[in-house]
């Protein structure tokens, strides 16, 4: 409300900006004009020579010039405007001043949205969010008939089949990795990619159809990090967590430091009990399976510690944060896990990717808030 009092303010200042010269009395135009002068002049000869202070012939040569000069200004000057009526122009003053909010109003109120609620960042950011889903939809549409008139276009599916699955459409993109299968041959990544969409269409469990489609990826490359996982994840359902932690451990010994589904595999590891010493390399678990408990435990804790300065000094290291995340869930210690999610945090705050990563796989800890 105050916002619209000020802008009301503002308007009606600029009207009389413009108006107030209008309801004015106009001045005399003649005023310190040519021909003002020269009338002075005669008025001050005929003075001069009535009180006998300059001789009859003297100002007769006199009223004689200035009258020549008189007639030369009156006829160089332009010619004056009539002046227009004081009462006409205060009325028009006082009919903008008026008439124009009125008529603001006036378009306003058919056009405009008067009553409409406050939109908030959150819902224009939604918004914008639903107007990328609906330009994916569109070009879903444009593939789509593209496809029924090509049904063999094994490219086509390859293509479609993925943004299917991530606009929440399974059951369309299952059939369009079928497509992309059926039209450009057999391969690890397209069986994988078939089984994760029909594990997605029912709910997440890896159903018996799906297993089957990530056993013929391992099959065909046993090195296939998401037939891997999800023959992993189909042991923990079937509620064989020694066979899982076995698939993932064995899966993480040969992933790239940098691969992105690392964190996720830790974290699953973690969730079936075969992460009780995250912290540590496969090389210092195997020599420590010989050790006492007492000494185990304070190995493990020495390279939790050493872990944590590491990361103080330089906090990077997203992978490093994550396992010393970890750690202090396995250890029972779930305040300073909290601790360290909020330094690591921090310690990226100023990196967008290295923290999308780090929020991904504290989501995937259970430490995602």
């Not at 009258?67 to 010619?79: D, G, Q």
């Not at 590491?310 to 490093?320: A, C, M, P, T, Y």
């Amino acid at each position: 409300m105050t916002l619209w009092f000020v802008f009301a303010l503002m308007t009606v200042a600029a009207i009389f900006a413009v108006l107030w010269p209008l309801g004015r009395n106009g001045r005399a135009q003649d005023q310190g004009s040519e021909v003002a002068v020269y009338k002075d002049q005669l008025a001050e000869i005929e003075r001069d020579l009535a009180a006998g202070l300059i001789p009859a012939p003297d100002a007769e040569a006199a009223r004689v010039e200035i009258s020549r000069r008189l007639l030369a200004a009156a006829a160089s000057e332009p010619v004056v405007a009539p002046k227009s009526n004081l009462k006409w122009r205060r009325a028009a003053a006082v009919l903008a001043l008026a008439g124009l909010p009125l008529v603001a109003i006036g378009v306003y109120m058919p056009l405009g949205s008067p009553r409409l609620q406050d939109f908030p960042l959150v819902q224009r950011e939604r918004g914008s969010g639903s107007g990328v889903a609906q330009s994916l939809e569109n070009l879903v549409v444009q593939v789509q008939q593209h496809l029924e008139k090509n049904p063999t276009d094994g490219r086509g599916w390859n293509v479609l089949a993925p943004v299917l699955e991530r606009l929440g459409r399974f059951d369309d993109a299952v059939r369009a990795y079928r497509n992309s299968l059926t039209y450009n041959g057999e391969s690890a990544e397209r069986r994988s990619d078939l089984g994760e969409a029909i594990s997605a269409a029912a709910g997440g469990v890896v159903t018996v159809e799906a297993k089957a489609e990530f056993e013929r990826a391992h099959a065909l490359n046993a090195d296939d990090p998401k037939a891997n996982y999800f023959l992993g994840l189909a042991a923990e359902q079937d509620g064989r967590k020694d066979d899982a932690a076995t698939i993932w451990r064995a899966l993480l010994a040969k992933a790239p430091a940098d691969a992105p589904w690392r964190a996720l595999v830790q974290s699953s590891l973690v969730r079936v009990g075969g992460g009780t010493m995250p912290a540590l390399s496969d090389e210092t678990i195997a020599a420590s399976k010989d050790m006492a408990e007492g000494d185990r435990n304070a190995m493990v804790r020495g390279m939790v510690d050493r872990l944590a300065t590491r990361l103080k000094q330089n906090g990077e290291d997203v992978d490093g944060w994550l396992r010393l995340v970890r750690a202090y869930l396995v250890m029972g210690e779930r305040d300073k896990a909290a601790g360290a999610s909020a330094d690591a945090r921090q310690a990226v705050a100023s990196d967008a990717e290295r923290l999308r990563q780090l929020n991904e796989g504290l989501r995937t800890l259970g430490l995602g808030g």
